[in-house]
Nanobody
Framework: VQLVESGGGLVQAGGSLRLSCAAS????????MAWFRQAPGKEREFVAA?????YYKDSVKGRFTISRDNAKNTVYLQMNSLKPEDTAVYYC?????????WGQGTQVTVSS
């Protein structure tokens, strides 16, 4: 499974960004898809996931929305009300059986 993220960039606090992750594979609808992020000097952390339900890190609930389009093999992360502490490299993750696949990451920078 190959994952390609896009949509990162520089935004002011309070702004919005939409990340996309295009996945290869013929059974995308069966994958659990997730977004993680890693800030400088910190460990990679979970942000949101989607299977038949959605899960969120507490600090992004109400601001971020994960969604998927199975016809396009794509998962999205809509990020609103961005804060400087959301600054990180955001990684797309696909869980296929017992195997995790990762994208190359996309930088999100939120200026104060």
């Amino acid at each position: 499974v190959q994952l390609v993220e896009s949509g990162g960039g520089l935004v002011q606090a309070g702004g919005s960004l939409r990340l996309s992750c295009a996945a290869s594979g013929r059974t995308f609808s069966s994958y659990t898809m997730a977004w993680f992020r890693q800030a400088p000097g910190k460990e990679r952390e979970f942000v949101a996931a989607i299977s038949w339900i959605t899960y969120y890190k507490d600090s992004v609930k109400g601001r971020f929305t994960i969604s998927r389009d199975n016809a396009k093999n794509t998962v999205y992360l809509q990020m609103n009300s961005l804060k400087p502490e959301d600054t990180a490299v955001y990684y797309c993750n696909a869980r296929v059986g017992w195997t995790n696949y990762w994208g190359q990451g996309t930088q999100v920078t939120v200026s104060s």
